[in-house]
């Protein structure tokens, strides 16, 4: 079964308790006892999703546009779990890519972010629910919200949403990456952008022709992260290139690593503010590992500028961020990524628009 979440915004799919099982990107989503008739968890679906009911039957997932959306500019998503050999089984999907626009109660602002879990993708979900949620009840506080729209800073209202979602989470034995984007408007048409990251899921952007690095490598082979790690009293040794055995120094969850080894850390690296002008020609991307190991980032913003001139003069009234996350995700498919990987396209130079939307399914 197929069901419109009213609460998250996303088309979502149920399995009812069939005995034949059913898979979502060649995942199980029927309950663990498949002989029992209970109905499975709630799974989200997104454009590209293969559902395969039983043993053949395979539907794929292409979400359209029913109506115009408030979004004043295109947005884009493309994940694929991907797989360790070429024709190989697919693996386990750990990333949630996410975005919420406008924020319950705040309509000037909107979050855009993706979480690439470890251990499973219980941590990932959880702060991909849990942060948009924070990001909207710290901006709800007026004082808050005129702070950031008068000094053109939410720094701190990002530090606080990581550290109210990390407070929130209750994951033991699973983590993830968090890489949020925070996106505000003037009166005057111009918007605003600050990052905000724990891990090693990236986000860039471009404004005018200029490079802009949003977020910073968290990982332990990172110089920067290594030096806050020396600064902790407990420096790694030479050639230690993991901790505990996993090669992130920050993120959120993993509740037991953090109290065996107090170099772990939840605290986000905060970007710089970007102003995107209504006559900018802007986009901004975000990934999770999965793109950067395949793609460097002047490759991706190169393939993001050509994307784009190819698609805005074909004269067509369609959603060119798509498009564009779409056409990275195969280029990362081409060379092989080996990490589930996921992508979000915000093109500040683009007539389109997102809002609700309606499934169609393709045998």
């Known amino acids: ?20 099982g059913t898979l979502l990107n060649s995942r199980a989503v029927n309950h663990h006892n498949s002989g029992s008739r209970h109905w499975g968890v709630p799974m989200e679906l997104a454009n590209g999703d293969v559902i395969t009911l039983g043993t053949t039957s395979k539907i794929y997932v292409q979400i359209t546009s029913q109506t115009q959306s408030q979004i004043p500019f295109g947005v884009g998503l493309a994940s694929d779990p991907m797989a360790i050999r070429r024709g190989g089984r697919k693996l386990p999907m750990e990333d949630v890519c996410y975005y919420r626009w406008p ?10 972010g993706i979480c690439d879990g470890h251990g499973g993708d219980g941590a990932a979900k959880s702060a ?36 109210q979602t990390e407070s929130s989470l209750n994951h033991h034995y699973e983590g993830c990456t968090a890489t949020v984007l925070l996106i505000w408007a003037d009166d005057h048409e111009n918007f605003f952008a600050q990052c905000a990251n724990v891990g090693d899921s990236a986000c860039v952007m471009n404004v005018n022709g200029k490079q802009i690095k949003m977020t910073e490598d968290h990982r332990i082979t990172s110089y920067s992260e290594r030096l806050r790690i020396e600064g902790t009293g407990e420096p790694l040794k030479d050639g230690e290139t993991r901790l505990c055995g996993l090669n992130l120094a920050r993120m ?57 001139a190819r698609y805005g003069t074909d004269g067509e009234d369609t959603n060119i961020a798509e498009k564009i996350a779409t056409y990275l995700l195969n280029e990362a498919r081409t060379l092989r990524a080996k990490d589930n990987t996921s992508i979000i396209v915000l093109d500040f130079d683009t007539n389109s628009r997102i809002s609700l939307c309606r499934p169609e399914f393709q045998n």
């Open 1 to 20: 079964m197929i069901n419109w979440n009213l609460n998250k915004l996303k088309w979502e799919l149920v399995d009812m308790g069939s005995l034949n």
């Open 103 to 112: 924020l319950p109660g705040v309509d000037q602002f909107g979050l855009f």
């Open 128 to 163: 991909s629910k849990i942060m948009p949620e924070m990001v909207a009840s710290i901006l709800s506080d007026s004082f808050k919200r005129e702070r950031v729209l008068s000094l053109c800073d939410a720094s701190d209202v990002l530090r606080d949403a990581f550290s």
């Open 252 to 308: 959120l969850g993993d509740k037991f690593l953090k109290q065996q080894d107090a170099r772990f850390s939840s605290e986000p690296f905060i970007s710089q503010v970007v102003r995107i002008d209504k006559a900018s020609r802007a986009f901004a991307l975000l990934a999770s590992d999965g793109l950067w190991d395949v793609i460097s980032v002047k490759k991706a913003v190169q393939l993001v500028l050509q994307t784009r």
